[in-house]
């Protein structure tokens, strides 16, 4: 596609439910990444997927978060169990080059557990 | 690991006056770094990159940042502030070794008064 795609773009849930979060990269991006946005803390990793590597997960806050990426394109964040400190924006990136002239991001998914 | 102070949380400038967002680094060997603008409720935009060359690097919307190696900085710049310009700023850096992940900068708020 043209762009990073996300959805949904606003989620709504319940502490305790669990979350799928998409990605779609731009066509012919090896490398994606999953960035986390809290108020106030900057942009936080998560996991980044190159190519048909093993994915770096060294970012990913507890055992509640996963992510897969099917084929080599679109991917899912998985959050079980959600909490309350899991409101955040949750922003995708891909990019060509392993990242080495930068990322492009998609515009997010907003999620809210109350 | 490669990290980037924003040492502001909120830059005011009028319009007109030149605008100025610090953004220090700390990484292993030379640096990428580059400069994402994020506006409400969107992803973050690209806005230019250092990866060599040319210390003064030139991108959108008038901006400009400066490398300096010997104080790790990589300041950005904009001549004439313009409100439109108001959004938040952030900074980042990646290392020419074998860690693929850019890390940002807890960002800038830049608020441009009419």
């Known amino acids: 596609g043209a762009g990073v795609s996300q959805s949904p773009s606003n989620k709504v849930t319940e502490k305790g439910k669990d979350v799928e979060l998409r990605c779609d990269p731009i066509?012919?991006?090896?490398?994606l990444y999953w960035y986390r946005q809290s108020l106030g803390q900057g942009l936080e990793f998560l996991i980044y997927f190159q190519g048909n590597s093993a994915p770096d997960k060294s970012g990913l806050p507890s055992d509640r978060f996963s992510a897969e990426r099917t084929g080599g394109s679109v991917s899912t964040l998985t959050i079980q169990r959600t909490q309350q400190e899991d409101s955040a924006v949750y922003l995708c990136a891909s990019s060509s080059d392993r990242g080495v002239y930068g990322y492009t991001f998609g515009s997010g998914t907003r999620l809210t557990v109350v | 690991a490669q990290s980037v102070a924003q040492p502001e949380d909120q830059v005011n400038v009028a319009e007109g006056n030149p605008l100025t967002v610090k953004c220090t680094y700390s990484v292993s060997g030379n640096p990428y770094l580059f400069w994402y603008v994020q506006y409400p409720n969107r992803g973050l935009q690209f806005l230019l990159k250092?990866?060599?060359?040319?210390?003064l690097v030139k991108g959108s919307y008038g901006f400009e940042a400066e490398f300096n190696k010997s104080q790790t900085s990589f300041h950005l710049k904009k001549p004439s502030a313009l409100v439109s310009d108001s959004a938040l700023y952030f900074c980042a850096v990646r290392d020419m070794t074998g860690n693929n992940r850019l890390a940002f900068g807890k960002g800038n708020q830049v608020v441009v008064i009419p």
């Open positions: 066509s012919g991006h090896t490398a």
């Open positions: 250092y990866i060599t060359g040319d210390n």
